[in-house]
C-alpha cells in the first residue's frame, strides 16, 4: 500500500475505512433486495433511511469537536453492528426494519465528522493532499464496485449472510480503531458553554471565513446543478443516444473510473498550496464534461464526457477536504466537516424535485447542458467571490 501515507495509525484507519465502506455498499444493494417483495413502496422507504438521517451532519459535526472521536468511532460502529445483525436475523417488517436502518445510517453519519477531524492528527501536515486521495479512491472504490459484488454475493448466498457480512466489517473496524493513537480533543471555551454554542460557533466560522463561506457555496451550487445530470442520464442513453439497455450502467460506470482517476492525481503530490483553487479546476473539469455530454452525437463520446466529469468531481472531492481542512479552526473542525457533509444531501434532494419537470419540459439533451453551464457559472462566481484558502503546509503544526 505504497500509495498510503507511512503512519500507521492512518493505514489502520484507511483499512478500517475500506472494509466498512464496501461492507455498506454491499449490504445497500441486499438490502433493496430484501425489500423489494413488499412493493416499491418499501424499497422507496429503504434509500430514504439511507440518506435522509445523512442531514444531521452539522450536529454530528459539533459532537466530534466536543468529545473524544475516538470513542464516537467506536461507539458507532458498534451500534452499526448490533443494528445490522438485528436486520439479519429477524424477519423483514417495514415497521420494524425501517427505523433500525434509519437509525444504523444516523450512526454511520456521527461517525464520518470524528474520523475526518482525526485525520491530521494521524498523518504530517505535507501529507494530506496523500491521505485524502486515499480516502477518495477508498470511496470511490466502494461506489463503483460495491453494488457489483453485492449483486456477485447474491448470486451465491441470500439477503440475510450479505446484511450478516455487513455487521462484521464493522466489528473489524472497531478491531482497527481502538489501536489509533489519537490526541484528546481539545476543549476550546465555545465547546465549555454547551452543545449549541459549539454549533453556533462553527456556523459562524462558515459563513464569515470567505475560503469556508466559498467553498460551501460552491458545494451546494455544484451538486445541485450536477443533480440534474445525474437525474437525466438514464432518459439521454436510452432516448437521445439509443444506447442499448447496458449503456445506462456502463456510462455509470465510467463515472466511477473517473472519480477513482481524479484523486489517483493527488497520489505523487506532498503539496497543494491552494486546494480551493483545485476544486476550482475539478469542478470545472466536471461542468466541461456535463456540457460535452449534453451535446454528445454518440454514445462513444459519452463514455469521454462521463470520464471527463467522474474526473473533475473527484478532484473537486479531495479538494474540498483540504479546504476545510487547511482553512477550520482546529477545534471546529468536525462541525464544519459535518455541515459541509451534509451539503451534497440537501442540494440533490433539491435538484432531483427540480429536474423531473423540467426533463419533461425539455428533455434530457437541455437539461443536461444546463447542468453542465450551470456548474461552469459557479466555478467562475467562486473564483470572483473567493481569496485561496492558506497553504495546507500550515497544518504541519496540527499534525
Same mark, same amino acid.
Given at each position: ?195 449549541? /454554542?459549539?454549533? #453556533?460557533?462553527?456556523? %459562524? ?6 475560503? !469556508? &463561506?466559498? $467553498?460551501? +457555496? @460552491? ?53 497543494? /498550496?491552494?486546494? #480551493?483553487?483545485?476544486? %476550482? ?6 461542468? !466541461? &464534461?456535463? $456540457?460535452? +455530454? @449534453? ?71 437541455? $437539461? ?32
Amino acid at each position: 500500500m505504497s500509495f498510503l501515507p507511512a503512519r500507521p495509525d492512518f493505514r489502520r484507519f484507511w483499512l478500517a475505512r475500506v472494509m466498512s465502506f464496501a461492507g455498506d455498499q454491499i449490504a445497500q444493494v441486499a438490502l433493496v433486495v430484501l425489500a423489494a417483495p413488499e412493493g416499491p413502496l418499501a424499497t422507496s422507504m429503504v434509500l430514504l433511511a439511507l440518506s435522509l438521517p445523512r442531514l444531521i451532519g452539522p450536529f454530528a459535526g459539533a459532537l466530534a469537536d466536543m468529545y473524544s472521536a475516538k470513542k464516537i468511532m467506536v461507539l458507532t460502529d458498534l451500534g452499526q453492528a448490533v443494528l445490522f445483525f438485528t436486520v439479519a436475523l429477524i424477519p423483514f417488517n417495514l415497521a420494524v426494519n425501517i427505523p433500525i436502518i434509519a437509525l444504523a445510517t444516523l450512526l454511520n453519519t456521527l461517525f464520518l465528522p470524528a474520523g475526518r477531524r482525526s485525520i491530521p492528527a494521524m498523518v504530517a501536515g505535507e501529507e494530506l493532499p496523500k491521505a485524502f486521495a486515499a480516502m477518495a479512491i477508498c470511496f470511490n472504490a466502494g461506489f463503483a464496485a460495491g453494488p457489483l459484488l453485492g449483486g456477485a454475493l447474491l448470486a451465491v448466498v441470500d439477503t440475510r449472510a450479505v446484511v450478516l457480512v455487513d455487521a462484521l466489517t464493522f466489528l473489524a473496524s472497531i478491531a482497527l480503531i481502538v489501536r489509533l493513537d489519537l490526541p484528546a480533543t481539545p476543549r476550546a471555551e465555545e465547546h465549555r458553554v454547551g452543545y449549541g /454554542r459549539t454549533l #453556533l460557533v462553527g456556523f %459562524r466560522e462558515l459563513l464569515s471565513n470567505r475560503a !469556508l &463561506g466559498s $467553498v460551501a +457555496l @460552491g458545494l451546494f451550487l455544484v451538486v445541485s446543478f450536477a443533480s440534474m445530470t445525474t437525474a437525466s442520464l438514464v432518459f439521454l442513453a436510452r432516448d437521445e443516444l439509443h444506447g442499448p439497455t447496458w449503456s445506462y450502467g456502463a456510462l455509470i460506470g465510467v463515472y466511477g473510473v473517473g472519480m477513482l482517476l481524479g484523486p489517483a492525481i493527488f497520489l505523487g503530490r506532498v503539496r497543494i /498550496r491552494n486546494p #480551493l483553487r483545485v476544486w %476550482r479546476i475539478g469542478e470545472g473539469l466536471f461542468g !466541461l &464534461g456535463a $456540457v460535452t +455530454l @449534453g451535446v454528445a452525437p454518440w454514445l462513444g463520446t459519452a463514455f469521454v464526457s462521463q470520464a471527463v466529469a467522474g474526473t473533475g468531481n473527484g478532484i473537486g472531492n479531495v479538494a474540498t477536504d483540504l479546504v476545510v481542512q487547511s482553512a477550520t479552526p482546529e477545534h471546529m473542525l468536525g462541525t464544519v466537516s459535518g455541515v459541509t457533509m451534509s451539503i451534497p444531501f440537501a442540494a440533490s434532494s433539491l435538484a432531483y424535485l427540480v429536474a423531473i419537470p423540467l426533463i419533461d419540459a425539455l428533455g434530457p439533451r437541455w $437539461v443536461t447542458v444546463i447542468s453542465g453551464a450551470g456548474v461552469l457559472l459557479v466555478v467562475i462566481l467562486i473564483h470572483a467571490l473567493a481569496v485561496d484558502s492558506r497553504p495546507v503546509e500550515a497544518l504541519d503544526e496540527t499534525a
